[in-house]
T-cell receptor, first 113, second 112 residues
Framework: EPEVTQTPSHQVTQMGQEVILRCVPISNHLYFYWYRQILGQKVEFLVSFYNNEISEKSEIFDDQFSVERPDGSNFTLKIRSTKLEDSAMYFC???????????FGDGTRLSIL | QKEVEQDPGPLSVPEGAIVSLNCTYSNSAFQYFMWYRQYSRKGPELLMYTYSSGNKEDGRFTAQVDKSSKYISLFIRDSQPSDSATYLCAMSPSNTGNQFYFGTGTSLTVIP
């Protein structure tokens, strides 16, 4: 069964450094998403992306965050200057279209030191 | 105001029991309701996807939506040790790529 893949599984970064999290959505999906889950808390929406542009973003997704689909298969989340509070699991998700639910990858655990 | 409320548990049941997991919500605009299962160190795995009030059954799983009460449930029949996981409810106001709103998740352990 097709799945969303995310790399790396664990990323350790010094505070203030830039980090890029990578995702390969399911190949025929058109909508892409990033969520995060701080330990012990809810899964929180960050951003949705469709037709090469952001379609919706949350208050969490401030100017430090950006997303990109650099080619036909990858979808990335960049955090420009990481803070301690950015430590979380980051999940990528995709859906075929607006009539289908979102399928999630296994996440990248981001640890900011 | 919390959008989605879910009892975090933990919930522990014997193998073969019927499990009932529940979420309440406050936003009447929610129309699409999902249940995900999340094993340790894994991403959420879609179990059920429903629209509108009523029941939807898939094998041992039944999802129930009561929009008038803003209440959704997931029932697991004949629970198995492999069902031990965290169950997340999620909901969305539309099906056009909008964000999902998640509950906190209920941790379930099925004891052999």
């Amino acid at each position: 069964e097709p799945e969303v893949t995310q790399t790396p599984s664990h990323q350790v970064t010094q505070m203030g450094q830039e980090v890029i999290l990578r995702c390969v959505p399911i190949s025929n999906h058109l909508y892409f998403y990033w969520y995060r889950q701080i330990l012990g808390q809810k899964v929180e929406f960050l951003v949705s992306f469709y037709n090469n542009e952001i379609s919706e973003k949350s208050e969490i997704f401030d100017d430090q965050f950006s997303v990109e689909r650099p080619d036909g298969s990858n979808f990335t989340l960049k955090i420009r200057s990481t803070k301690l509070e950015d430590s979380a699991m980051y999940f990528c998700a995709s859906s075929h279209d607006g009539n289908q639910p979102q399928h999630f990858g296994d996440g990248t655990r981001l640890s900011i030191l | 105001q919390k959008e989605v409320e879910q009892d975090p548990g933990p919930l522990s049941v014997p193998e073969g029991a019927i499990v009932s997991l529940n979420c309440t919500y406050s936003n009447s605009a929610f129309q699409y309701f999902m249940w995900y299962r999340q094993y340790s160190r894994k991403g959420p795995e879609l179990l059920m996807y429903t629209y509108s009030s009523g029941n939807k059954e898939d094998g041992r799983f039944t999802a129930q939506v009561d929009k008038s009460s803003k209440y959704i449930s997931l029932f697991i029949r004949d629970s198995q040790p492999s069902d031990s996981a965290t169950y997340l409810c999620a909901m969305s106001p539309s099906n056009t790529g909008n964000q999902f709103y998640f509950g906190t998740g209920t941790s379930l352990t099925v004891i052999p």
